[in-house]
């Protein structure tokens, strides 16, 4: 069904996948995600669309290793199959001819960043791209980004790769130097969080997406709730983009520590039951 | 209405069931007790997900069913919202043919082993048998009856596959695969029609699955009625959103004539009280996903869990009594339900109430959440709940609760399950705007043809009534079927 035809590295933790999906790919937008599952127990979870091919069927999804599913997710080999994978869910990404439009992606988020970048700049805006990452490995997609941002800057926090510094030190290094008009930032609840804060004192308006826990991904369970302009949203069909300036952050970083004793101790255990670290091409 | 009297009259007046009536006089019969559902000792079950009801006996089956008195006018049946022929289904278990029983319930409805286990049958059947309307006895116990002679079939292995008419090549498409659904996949199988159902998730059953427990009805069950339906030739394709995945237009483009929405109300209300998004505090159908879809109870299951000591549900339905008997399942040593008004008005089974009340669980009535409190990490840790009183009947007819003031109280719980309702699933209606809706977000169709604004559409069950029951969308199902089978025949004519 879901056969993985394509599966490339960009470093330890973080890998690109292309996956057979022909509906997918053909009705999927920017800014759309998928949900998958693996094997009859596995558990539900989204990931980005970071690209498809409506030609050959095919999506691309960009997946960290930070947990049990995306690590069962990357062990599986080309030629394999997920067991579920369901979408294009969420509302697609707005895109119309703004003016000049601030895209920063932070660590796995420069991955749903790509399509959006490439769809503002088809729209005939000017783009600038800041990417962000703790250091050099972690930087993804950076020649994909490059080729449809008129302007991009790297930052790491170590300095390895780029200029050193946070992402919010490229923000402002842009905004200082011209008129944006708007701004839309993906990465880390945290990033995103201080990101926001600094568009919010420029007073550019500016779209997050946000990546909550999620189970079904179609509106029916509530997990995956924040609150936006003091309401409650699902994040899964009212999203996943929200005014950046009116979600409720810190919220939301409480809700997605939720599982995470849970989690971490299901992570050990599968590590050690599992070496999946042999993954990597030398 | 005069066909279906001519009709119960001459099934009753068979030879067969003449007999029967001879054999003991009525007022014998109106003497029996009514039989008692085995069932597993509530200290047992609330350690697993077993089953409660185990089941009658053959005897006790016969013996219950010879109390009913094969009444010359079935008043129980006006109270069946798909007009099973009770009598007769009865009398066969009577007479020990079971699988003719079977057949009965198979003539009006899909999913008898479902309907006998969760059918409100004390506000139906039950609530309209002779027994209860007039001699102020226990009803015959027609859902236990029902459940008897679907479990036989299942357990025989001869499940009767219905008679399929000759495949006339057409088309058509159905919206979720709960009980609207397949119920309606089922009849248009039988005319001959090319059925596929989509499904969002990646099981089909719709709440039959996701929402309604193991200990309530297993999920063997469904599947069997699946797997029958499959051998009739329906496909399911699951993972598959219409209008996401691909839009009723995309789906008109390769063949299909009509559709029929059975896509539920699987949104859930929150109460819009302060720290109701804190952790810990999630909607029954999360709480019900994770365990029933997502196996998160299970050791092997990646999907986690949150259930703490003091668990605290808020609502009085059937989503509510499942949800608090689920937590005692994983081990909650207080479990409560909080319900703004009183027992009397509580909208579950009567069946379920009672079990829960033998497996421990708190009932808190008249009592209402105002505002949750959280730990540092964000964790509920307690919830003020305020005291109700009712005051004058609103328009549903229910006394309406009446806060009263200063009579606040806080308790514990670390798990908060809030259960105040369902809204109709948007997707469907999102994706076509021509669809007339209501202000609920229901879809607005004719009430007997079950057609939408859109004439090729039609539409049943939760997504039209908001959140109803498992035979009301059978019912919507079944007739969606028969008129979208008018529909076909005159356009293809
Ligand atoms: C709309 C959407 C789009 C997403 N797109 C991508 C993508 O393109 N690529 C990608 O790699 N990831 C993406 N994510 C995040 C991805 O879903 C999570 O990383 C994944 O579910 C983790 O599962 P796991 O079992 O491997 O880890 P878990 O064991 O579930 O979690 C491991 C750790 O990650 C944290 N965590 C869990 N879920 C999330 C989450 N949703 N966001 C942030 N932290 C989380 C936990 O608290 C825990 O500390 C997206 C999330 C959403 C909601
Ligand atoms: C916990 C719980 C307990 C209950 N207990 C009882 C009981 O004891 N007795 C009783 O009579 N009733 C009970 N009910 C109510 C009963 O289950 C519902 O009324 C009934 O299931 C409605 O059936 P349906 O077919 O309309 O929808 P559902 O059963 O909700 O099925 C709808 C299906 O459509 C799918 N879907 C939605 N949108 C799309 C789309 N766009 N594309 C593809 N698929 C889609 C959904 O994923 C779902 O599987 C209970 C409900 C719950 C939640
Ligand atoms: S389907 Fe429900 S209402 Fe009808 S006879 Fe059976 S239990 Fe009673
Ligand atoms: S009303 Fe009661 S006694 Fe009469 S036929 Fe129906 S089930 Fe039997
Ligand atoms: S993930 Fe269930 S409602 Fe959003």
């Known amino acids: 069904m879901y056969e993985i035809l394509s599966k490339e590295f960009f470093s330890e933790n973080v890998v690109k996948l292309v996956i057979h999906a022909p509906r997918i790919a053909k009705a999927r937008r920017a800014g759309h995600f998928v949900i998958l599952k693996i094997g009859e127990k596995g558990e539900r979870f989204p990931l980005t669309i970071a690209g498809a091919d409506r030609e050959n069927g095919t999506i691309t999804l960009v997946v960290q290793k930070v947990g049990v599913s995306s690590r069962k997710l990357v062990a599986l080999e080309v030629g394999e199959c997920i067991t579920d994978l369901v979408g294009p869910l969420g509302q697609a990404t707005h895109i119309e001819h703004k003016g000049t439009i601030l895209a920063c992606g932070g660590g796995v988020g420069v991955a749903p960043l790509l399509p959006i970048v490439e769809a503002y700049k088809k729209a005939g805006n000017r783009v600038i791209t800041v990417i962000a990452a703790r250091s050099k490995d972690l930087i993804i997609l950076e020649d994909q980004i490059k080729e449809f941002s008129d302007e991009l800057i790297v930052m790491t926090d170590d300095g390895s790769h780029g200029q050193k510094g946070l992402v919010t030190e490229g923000m402002e290094a842009a905004i200082a130097r011209e008129k944006i008009d708007e701004a839309i930032i993906i990465g880390p609840a945290v990033m995103m969080k201080f990101a926001a804060m600094c568009t919010k004192k420029h007073n550019i308006p500016t779209m997050v997406s946000l990546n909550t826990i999620m189970v079904d991904g179609t509106g029916m369970c509530g997990a995956c709730r924040i609150t936006v302009a003091g309401k409650t949203k699902f994040v899964c069909v009212d999203g996943p983009e929200f005014d950046a300036h009116q979600v409720d952050f810190d919220e939301m970083l409480l809700r997605l520590n939720g599982y995470k004793e849970i989690e971490k101790a299901a992570e050990s255990t599968y590590l050690n039951l599992n070496t999946d670290s042999c993954q990597i091409p030398s | ?493």
């Open chain 2, 1 to 493: 209405m005069e066909e279906r009297d001519t009709y119960l009259k001459s099934e009753r007046s068979q030879p067969w069931r003449e007999d029967l009536r001879k054999l003991i006089s009525n007022k014998e019969r109106t003497n029996m007790v009514r039989v008692k559902m085995n069932e597993v000792d509530a200290q047992v079950r609330i350690k697993s997900y077993v089953e409660v009801n185990s089941g009658l006996s053959m005897e006790q089956a016969q013996l219950e069913a010879s109390r009913c008195i094969d009444c010359p006018n079935p008043t129980c049946i006006s109270g069946c919202p798909v007009e099973i022929n009770i009598p007769k289904f009865v009398k066969r278990i009577e007479q020990g043919e079971f699988l003719e029983a079977a057949k009965v319930l198979k003539e009006t409805s899909t999913l008898p082993a479902v309907c006998g286990r969760v059918c409100p049958q004390e506000k139906q059947c039950e609530a309209n048998c002779f027994y209860t309307l007039k001699l102020k006895k226990e009803p015959v116990a027609i859902g236990f009856l029902e459940r008897f002679a679907a479990d036989y079939e299942q357990a025989s292995g001869e499940i009767s596959i219905p008679e399929i008419k000759e495949k006339n090549g057409v088309k058509v498409g159905c919206i979720g695969s709960g009980p609207a659904g397949l119920t309606f996949a089922g009849e248009m199988a039988k005319s001959g029609y090319e059925v596929t159902v989509f499904e969002a998730l990646h099981e089909i059953g719709g709440v039959l699955k996701y929402g309604i427990p193991e200990f309530r009805l297993p999920n063997r069950v469904v599947d069997v009625e699946i797997d029958a339906l499959k051998r009739m030739g329906v496909q399911f394709e699951t993972n598959f959103i219409v209008g996401k995945t691909a839009t009723i237009e995309d789906l008109k483009e390769e063949g299909f004539q009509a559709f029929f929405a059975g896509s539920g109300a699987g949104l859930p209300r929150f109460m819009g009280i302060p720290g109701e998004n804190y952790l810990g505090i999630l909607s029954s159908n999360e709480y019900l996903t994770r365990i029933n879809l997502m196996h998160a109870a299970e050791l092997d299951s990646d999907t986690p869990v949150l259930s703490g000591k003091n668990v605290m549900v808020i609502g009085g339905g059937n989503t509510a009594m499942d949800s608090v008997r689920t937590a005692k399942r994983l081990g909650a040593t207080r479990a409560m339900i909080v319900y703004r008004r009183s027992m009397d008005e509580m909208p579950a089974r009567i069946e379920e109430i009672e079990h829960a009340k033998e497996e421990g669980i708190e009932f808190m009535t008249l009592a209402n959440p105002i505002e949750y409190f959280a730990d540092e990490k964000g964790r509920v840790k307690s919830v003020k709940i305020q005291k109700m009183e009712l005051g004058e009947p609103d328009a549903s007819g229910r006394r309406r609760p009446i806060p009263m003031e200063g009579s606040e109280e806080i308790i514990e719980a670390e798990t908060v399950v809030v259960s105040v309702g369902v809204s109709p699933n948007p997707i469907v209606p999102d994706s076509l705007p021509d669809l007339e809706t209501t202000k609920w977000g229901t879809i607005v169709v004719n009430p007997d043809s079950l057609q939408s604004s859109i004439p090729e559409m039609f539409a049943g069950g939760d997504i039209v009534r908001g959140g109803a029951t498992v035979i009301l969308a059978m019912g919507d199902g079944r007739r969606a079927a028969q008129a979208m089978h008018k529909y076909l025949t005159n356009k293809n004519a």
